[in-house]
């Protein structure tokens, strides 16, 4: 959801705005919601919906519910089926955690405040006519010259260098760490290397793909000047390598999910199915059959290369124990953050120890133990999450749920892995001008000299 670096700006906005109105919780909230509505109003109206950005949070909803042109902001103030948004706080609720850790936006008893870096005059002025008409009207009045300017397509706004600015942690083109804290220092940090890995690797599909290529395999993390001077490309190392672990436990999750259905199953046959699964022989021969987890010293892109001839179960139960493997290759921070800061339920230091276990023992009753220990572990979840109700009553949050030793799930998991955000860091890096698609000129000249990159 937070793809948008024009959201940034508007509740970095709405910050001062506040403190400068003294508005209390209540009256940020219907501030923000009614922004929100408005700044949907002004996308629908004025970008093109197959543009590069799309359009703006909030224009579905506000077509499904098509308030009267004058009269959008009764979908703002309104709850229920009639609101744009089911969350109270609407979009906020997804940009709050980022904006305060940017240190655009603070929060004082609920109210929106100005963060540790002050909103500038000029991004304050560009929304003062939105929050005009949040404050006097019942909705926005079209066609405006200075509402259009707040389109999502509009190019060169005010809010674009302050917004550099502050992703790059400069003042005035200039990076002065001691002027800045520790979360704008490891921002920073994290654009130079994700822009340094895609002026290294343009052909790259996708993000991701390049900043992998960059820092988690091969000799580039050590042997580039820039990369190999930062110290916290070590650490995304370990932590785009621990991805494939996770993303494994996460389709093997789902999988097992799948097979309980809605008719459920006992532990046996959950058992049976995972057995069903998984190749004959031993552990330890399985792993020694696997592809090496590094090359002359540096990581090699083992699973990437059991992703591409994917075989379901077997592959991810193989991802897992190349996961334990990579214990043994790591050091330093790359293994530090691989690891984790302290020992977990189903990490790689948990796979690690099953693997030694196991070794002799067959791959189906490694299989069963893995069975044994998500079901474990989804407990553990659920009863951390159990709340009670005013009449006393619990609710569990669980999609896996155990009646007298069988299993039934209420609903799917989903397979997909958990986001790394590098994907919409390098979106916003694009739109506030650091970065481009084009791989003739992967880093823009502006973003060479903020983030101190060679051209």
Known sequence: MTRYARYYSLYWAVAAHAEASRLNRDECRRLVRRAEVGMAV????????????????????????????????????????????????????????????????????????????????????MYAPLFTACERGQGISLPSAELERLRLQQEQTPDLEPLRGVFTATLDSRHDPSLWSGDDRTRRATLRVLARCWQLHPQAKTWL?????????????????????????????????????????????????????????????????????????????????????????????????????DAGTVTDVAVLLLGARRLDTLTGMARRSFAGRRSTYLDPTWVAQLRREFAGRSVADLGRRLVDDMLAQSRRVAMRKVAVGPHGTFALFSRLHERNGLYFADSAEGRDNIGLRIPQLAGIATQVGLLTADPAQPVTAQGCDLLDLPA
């Open 42 to 125: 002004i996308s629908k109206a004025y970008d093109d919906a197959d543009g590069t950005l799309g359009l703006t949070h909030g224009v579905d909803a506000l077509t499904r519910l098509h308030p009267p042109p004058g009269s959008e902001f009764e979908v703002a103030d309104g709850a229920g089926a009639r609101s744009y948004s089911p969350r109270s706080w609407g979009f906020w609720s997804q940009y709050n955690g980022p904006s305060v850790a940017l240190g655009t936006v603070e929060t004082d008893g609920g109210a929106l405040r100005p963060g540790r870096h002050r909103c500038p005059a000029q991004v304050l002025a």
């Open 209 to 309: 793909e390049a900043f992998a290529a960059g820092v988690a395999y091969g000799p580039t993390a050590r042997e580039d000047p820039v990369l190999g001077g930062e110290e916290r490309t070590a650490t995304w190392r370990g932590v785009v390598l621990r991805h494939h672990s996770v993303g494994a436990w996460r389709r093997l999750w789902a999988d097992l999910v799948a097979a309980v259905g809605s008719d459920g199953a006992f532990r046996r046959q959950l058992h049976e199915w995972i057995s069903d699964r998984l190749p004959s022989g031993t552990v330890a021969s399985f792993v020694a059959d696997l592809p090496p987890t590094d090359l002359d010293g540096d990581p090699h892109p083992a699973e990437d290369k059991l992703r591409r001839a």
